[in-house]
């Protein structure tokens, strides 16, 4: 009787001191969207046509039906129990399909 009470004891024991070491579960990243380099942000400009720009970033992943002369490039990330990250570029085009406006929130690098 004495063994099964300490085997008993020793399993709860032992669950409990296991218990403890795991307090935070792991979540894996999430990322979505394009994400586009600092130096391939740098290289977009106004007057670019719609080829241009797909060749430097590639194509939005969601166009816009209301918007065909606005691109949207966003990208977030969300690592483990930390604050979501997130950059934006957006194209404005004008008729013809070439970029009249940039709009991003991805600093440009220096000018070397």
């Known amino acids: 009787m004495k063994s099964i ?10 669950t409990l001191a296991l218990s403890a ?6 979540r894996a990243p999430v990322q979505q969207g394009n994400h586009i ?13 719609k080829t241009d720009v797909a060749n ?11 918007r065909a002369n606005r691109w949207d490039y966003i990208y977030t990330l969300q ?3 930390q604050a979501r990250i997130q ?3 957006t ?9 009249t406006k940039i709009e ?9």
């Open 5 to 14: 009470v300490r085997h008993s004891l020793l399993a709860v024991g032992a």
């Open 21 to 26: 070491c795991v307090n935070i579960p792991y």
């Open 37 to 49: 380099e600092a130096d391939r942000a740098a290289a977009l400009r106004e007057g670019m046509s």
């Open 56 to 66: 430097i970033v590639g194509s939005p992943l969601v166009s816009n039906l209301f």
């Open 79 to 81: 690592k483990n129990h």
């Open 87 to 89: 950059s934006r570029i």
């Open 91 to 99: 194209l404005w085009f004008n008729n013809d399909g070439v970029v």
């Open 104 to 112: 991003r929130d991805i600093p440009e690098p220096a000018a070397k």
